[in-house]
């Protein structure tokens, strides 16, 4: 049984940076394509962007690009994203999502984390 | 990158009734060598993390109650709950997975008449 735990709610400045953390249970990070996703309150789903395990290559979303980075520790099967230059509307919900790494094809997200809260304001 | 568009944004269905969601995608889905369409649809309730209830456009994920049901292929998806009950009030998003970047639809927001 796949177990995906976020790290805790972030309180931050506009301007400044967070980064979230996403441990693995169950699975080795290696099996696994990890993306992130976040919900801004009382909106819809919003990709971010993710890892393609077969291409070894991390994808973003045009919106984030320059300001989001997402890498991984695969001692600890920990995955990690980072946001800079924080405003007002990234706050949100932050989750990690993930689906097995398949040979050839992408996955939908089977497994969801519980959710990160980021909250930025002065 | 490919846009996905759900409809409409809410409806409210009696319970036992039926609920269509739609969801279109700007570009196909449909990969011809495996025969598969890379769309799933997910379920989130107040306060929870989204949960997968059908990929490949029709596959229900283990568990989930044979009430639910997607269909479509190409561009135009359907999900359809047969006799709602009172348990599927909740946001429901379509995915596509075909591409690296995998927009959600703006999601439909499913409640009791």
């Known amino acids: 049984q796949v177990q995906v735990v976020q790290s805790g709610a972030e309180v931050r400045k506009p301007g400044a940076s967070v980064k979230v953390s996403c441990k693995i249970s169950?699975?080795?990070?290696?099996?696994?394509?990890i993306h992130w996703v976040r919900q801004p309150p009382g909106k819809g789903l919003d990709w971010m962007g993710g890892f393609d395990r077969e291409d070894d290559e991390t994808f973003y979303a045009q919106k984030f690009q320059g300001r989001v980075t997402m890498t991984e520790d695969t001692s600890s099967d920990t995955a990690y994203m980072e946001l800079s230059s924080l405003r007002s509307e990234d706050t949100a919900v932050y989750y990690c999502a993930a689906g097995p790494a398949r040979l050839g094809e992408l996955s939908p997200f089977d497994y969801w984390g519980q959710g990160t809260l980021v909250t930025v304001s002065s | 990158d490919i846009v996905m568009t759900q409809s409409p944004d809410s409806l409210a269905v009696s319970l036992g009734g039926r609920a269509t969601i739609n969801c279109k995608s700007s570009?196909?889905?449909?990969?011809?060598?495996?025969?598969?369409?890379?769309l799933a649809w997910y379920q989130q309730k107040p306060g929870q993390p989204p949960k997968l209830l059908i990929y490949?456009?029709?596959t229900r994920e283990s568990g989930v109650p044979d009430r639910f049901s997607g269909s479509g292929s190409g561009t135009d998806f359907t999900l359809t709950i047969s006799s709602l009950q009172a348990e599927d009030v909740a946001v429901y998003y379509c995915q596509q997975y075909y591409s690296r970047r995998l927009p959600f639809g703006g999601g439909t927001k499913v409640e009791i008449k």
């Open positions: 490949g456009a029709s």
């Open positions: 570009q196909s889905v449909f990969y011809g060598p495996s025969n598969k369409n890379y």
């Open positions: 169950g699975y080795t990070l290696t099996e696994l394509s």
